[in-house]
């Protein structure tokens, strides 16, 4: 089952597509504005080279089991709008995470990061049988704790110095859970979200 952890995820507003080598060119041109990797491990992915980078790592990982990457595409247009990952798949466990979470800025505040957890939450939580999916992000992200307190996800706490990122920059990361207890009050008010 966990074999299928990255398959097609269909909505109104995006599209969850594997990622694969076609999705590299229009992927980099939604990611050119800096302030989408503000938060994010990578440096900015500002020359084709470091997009190459952040890319040949996201399907490595995907094709060695251990991540499942997805392009984003806006259903309406097809056009590619970002991308986001299952991390840390841990079947035996029957839990993973959510993250590398990014979407070009003119789709912030649309619905379709909404819509996006939602797929997402879906197919953990009732085709794959998950019990637990969580979420980190840094803990100076506002906009992201925001985000994620709304689904609801719990908040569990801050590792601090819990990574090394862009170098030498230490980064404390805030925690966050949903658990197969929850979801169907999460999944209700994502439906509601969208709906409004």
């Known amino acids: 089952m966990w074999e299928n952890a990255v398959c097609r995820l ?10 694969e080598a076609r999705h590299e060119g229009g992927l980099f041109l939604a990611a050119q504005d800096p302030e989408i990797w503000r938060w994010m491990t990578y440096d900015a992915i500002e020359t084709s080279e470091n997009f190459r980078i952040w890319f040949e790592d996201a399907v490595a990982l995907s094709e060695a089991g251990t991540q499942a990457a997805f392009a984003t595409l806006d259903a309406r247009t ?27 800025p003119s789709m912030w505040r649309t619905g379709a990061n909404i819509e996006a957890k939602l797929l997402m939450l879906e197919h953990a939580f009732e085709r794959l049988g998950c019990q637990r999916v969580e979420f980190k992000t840094d803990a100076r992200n506002e906009r992201s704790r925001a985000a994620l307190s709304a689904l609801p996800a719990r908040f569990e706490g801050i590792f601090r110095k819990h990574m090394i990122v862009r170098g030498n920059e230490r ?26």
Not at 84 to 102: D, F, S, V
């Open 171 to 196: 980064r404390d990361s805030a925690y966050y859970s949903v658990i197969d207890d929850e979801w169907p009050e999460v999944k209700a008010n994502l439906r509601r979200r969208l709906a409004g």
């Open 10 to 19: 269909e909505g109104s507003l995006v599209i969850l597509e594997p990622l």
């Open 78 to 104: 097809g056009r590619l709008i970002g991308s986001t990952r299952y991390l840390a798949l841990r079947p035996e466990h029957r839990g993973l995470e959510i993250g590398y979470t990014w979407l070009t």
